[in-house]
């Protein structure tokens, strides 16, 4: 069996999930000799996504790589990272505002998400870093780059989103096929903003208490020799 599907209406993936939680257990519990199995277009994207979850693994080690190397660090490209699981949920959480059904194109967009929303904590990361070079303390560096940087943060990711929004409100069918993508960026990206600001520094600070206590212990332990 075949049909067409109004996105505009209904997305596929939702239509697959209803078939797969209601009417084909229905189905089968009163005619148990049906075999079924989804193939076409739906057998595609479930290879796709599996595919997709893999490269996303890639993706991941890449950024982190492309990070550590410039750094000279494995530490704060975690800092910097961590604000992707964050844009991942801002985009779960701009799909249900919106009303649209998590997708396979909504997993693209969060893949390429995970490129963008990197930058605003890499300002926040290179500020510290130039200015602990010049001499400051580091828990002085990162208020001072929460202050300085804080218009350009906010400024670029509130630009990027409202670029965005003109395909999140357009109602054509075409447009249907890359609106998840366009979510999935714009509300990502604007949900992890507002926590990198918080979320970084507070970072820099438990490392800094981290390196004290331990630093501390390695004195007590030099002084009881």
Same mark, same amino acid.
């Given at each position: 069996? #075949? ?8 997305? =596929?993936?939702? !239509?697959?999930? $209803?078939?797969?939680?209601? /009417?084909? =257990? ?5 005619? @148990? ?13 479930? #290879? ?20 550590? /190397? @410039? ?8 800092? $910097?990272?961590?604000? $992707? ?6 985009? /779960? /959480? ?5 009303? &649209? ?5 909504? $997993? !693209? ?9 990197? &930058? ?8 510290? &870093? ?35 929004? =003109? ?12 609106? =998840? ?19 970084? @520094? ?24």
């Amino acid at each position: 069996m #075949q049909t067409g599907i109004d996105k505009a209406t209904i997305e =596929p993936d939702e !239509v697959v999930r $209803i078939l797969q939680a209601d /009417i084909l =257990p229905a189905l089968k519990a009163d005619h @148990p000799s049906i075999r079924y199995r989804f193939a076409g277009q739906v057998e595609e994207q479930q #290879q796709d996504t599996r595919e997709l979850k893999k490269s996303g693994v890639i993706v991941l080690l890449l950024i982190f790589a492309a990070l550590a /190397i @410039p750094l000279k660090s494995y530490v704060q490209p975690l800092y $910097i990272m961590s604000a $992707i699981p964050f844009a991942v949920v801002g985009a /779960i /959480i701009g799909h249900w505002l919106t009303g &649209n059904a998590f997708s396979f194109l909504s $997993i !693209v967009g969060v893949l390429a998400l995970a490129g963008v929303v990197v &930058n605003d904590s890499l300002v926040l990361v290179d500020f510290v &870093n130039q200015k602990v070079a010049s001499g400051t303390d580091k828990l002085v560096a990162v208020v001072e780059a929460g202050q300085a940087r804080f218009r350009a943060v906010i400024l670029t990711s509130l630009t990027t989103f409202l670029g965005l929004l =003109p395909i999140q409100l357009e109602t054509s069918i075409q447009a249907q096929f890359i609106i =998840p993508m366009a979510v999935s960026v714009g509300f990502g990206i604007l949900f992890a903003t507002g926590v990198t600001l918080f979320l970084v @520094p507070i970072l820099f600070y438990i490392a800094d208490d981290f390196g004290r206590l331990f630093s501390g212990k390695k004195s007590e332990a030099s002084a009881s020799a």
